[in-house]
């Protein structure tokens, strides 16, 4: 498996497109996105948001979080111990990708397989924190 996600990919339609593949599913049996409402952008936000993507076959550091630098700013602010980038990745035992076209309301959680672009290969490996009015 890959670690990286592809460079090309447009992470703001990907997050959109990861929205409304959500919203399509629900009540049938098609795989999708995990969706978790999030109240603020913290670590442990993170971790539940991690652990919503992580499934039989994947294991956790396989995983890659995507969100901007907003997100990452505040997530760092907020913990103690947790001084940069670096940090967060070693606190949370995955890779942490900062993307300038990720929207503040959007952190995705993914597997690198699971999409191709801003294609839903996997939507199962996929879980989006949707943030709410973060203060």
Do not use: K, W, Y
């Not at 505040?74 to 606190?91: H, M, P």
């Amino acid at each position: 498996m890959t670690a990286d996600l592809d460079a090309e990919t447009d992470f703001a339609e990907l997050a959109a497109r990861v929205r409304i593949q959500s919203q399509r599913a629900p009540g049938s049996d098609t795989e999708r996105v995990t969706i978790r409402s999030l109240e603020a952008v913290r670590f442990d936000a993170l971790e539940t948001l991690l652990a919503a993507a992580e499934s039989e076959h994947l294991e956790p550091g396989e995983l890659v979080v995507v969100c901007s630098r907003t997100n990452v700013d505040l997530c760092i602010d907020r913990e103690s111990g947790i001084d940069d980038v670096g940090d967060l990745e070693s606190a949370l035992g995955c890779g942490v990708r900062v993307e300038s076209e990720m929207p503040d309301d959007t952190i995705l959680v993914v597997h690198p397989d699971a999409v191709d672009g801003t294609d839903l290969l996997e939507p199962e490996a996929i879980a989006c924190g949707v943030v709410g009015t973060d203060e």
